[in-house]
């Protein structure tokens, strides 16, 4: 078992108790308190030598760590101090110690684990070791092990070429990942202060995950005018569609279905040599004004898949694109990928056709299966904007458009100059982009220890490639691009970072006045914490 607790200082502690009326992350001024970069995922392996010495090598780990304290637990009052890839040795007598790692990151945050050290001079009894296939990663398989006296073990699992063996603590995990599924020969040692060590050794059958565990990507909100969708949950789907129609597959050893995981349904093409999607009786769909084709496709050993538009006038025509194994691919193939091939206009496309290669021997997943093209630009949003530099210009409460936890002053403005002359770009071609120049305002939670301009911090400095939809009926703004962002980056439809993923996407309530040169803006992130901007045009 292992205890973990951060520790703060005295001064933050003060800081968080004066503050605690006010929601986490709300005021500007205080945000670096629930930004504290503490380390993560701290721990300590053990290696032991098997002499009757007790001579025990501590070596610890830790995700944004600089250093380590650590404390024997036996008794010795200095601990000792590792930098990050290295370790110390101590000696220790027969019996169970806490050994307390304090991991401290490059602000001073501190994380601290205590874990439990079995030194003995008897070799470990009653060996049980529980081997398993992870239901996660596939190929993985996972280690454990109870037996008296053991500190430590080691795992050789067995692939051809790999003779070094994983080694974990007695009350922890040893993993690895195989090349390939199969039967293999895993031997487990496990290991005290004693000379002689007690082993375990078995046949276990690796397997491979042949079925995704999480869903595909959630598409990005579009207007109908800029979407049609054969297959998805997230748009309407074109109505009639046979997504099984036996064109003779079925006798080449393919099969089909539709996979429901967790309530998530997906198309599965089993053993793929070719499979049809069909719309219904004399129904096509015109895709000449749309862009792209996409779809995401799940696999665990299929390598290629073949995509053909089929029109009902001019025959149908191939585009190959690579899969990854075990993962989502999001494919998104241009029209002009088929436009081009001579002689094949799309505007009565009736069906569609998947090839597997290798031919009827891998299975996959297909989710999100649409054409679309980009969002037709607002006339009302193109052109330059930055945040108003005028008091109240960018504040937060608990209501849209109020500003009672926090409200810019006007000393505010002049000290975040670096903000107030960052610029939002609406192109367009549906195009969106965030200038900063060389400074912008950074907070805590992007690695600073003080709130101040600096250069911006990846990903919110400017990527490329960000796109805007704009919808005038129902004024709301989505801007598509990790790391794009109106106003503040932290505020996200989900909450605040860092307490939330990157989004791929924000939506944001949009409200244009002043003849289209004012934009009032307003998103709840999170429940009920809500943050207002104003943009001017320029």
Known sequence: MKNIKLIFSFVLLLAVTIRCSVPDGIDDDTSFVSSVGS?????????????????????PNGDGATSFAIYYGDGTSTPATVTPGNNTSHTYREGTFSVKIVATSINGSKTEVTQNLVVSFKAPQNLVATISNDLLVSKKVNVTIKAAYATMFDVFFGEPGKDTPVSANADQTASYTYAKAGTYKIKVVAKSAAIKTTEYSTDFTVTAIVQPVASAPIPPTRQAANVISLYGSKYTNVAGTNYFPDWGQGGQGSSWGEFDLSGDKMLNYIKLSYQGI??????????????????????????????????????????????????WTSIDIPISAFTSQTGFKVADIFQLKFVGTPWAAGTVFIDNIYFYRAAAPSSGLVGTWKVAAEPGSLKVGPSSGSGEWFSISAQQVTERACFYDDTYIFSSNGSFSNVLGTETWIEGWQGVTKDACAAPVAPHNGPAGATYLYDSVAKTLTITGSGSYLGIPKANNAGELPKTPVPSSITYNVTLTDNNNTMNVVIESGSGVFWSYKLVRI
């Open 278 to 327: 069909a719309l219904a009786d004399n129904v096509t769909v015109d895709v000449s004004a749309m862009e792209f084709i996409h779809m995401d496709v799940w696999t665990a050993d299929a390598q290629k898949i073949e995509t053909s538009l089929i029109s009902k006038s001019n025959g149908e025509r191939p585009v190959v694109k690579d899969l990854v194994a075990n993962e």
């Open 39 to 59: 380390p993560t995922n701290i721990s300590a392996l053990y290696n032991i030598t098997q002499d009757n010495t007790g001579l025990v090598t501590i070596t």
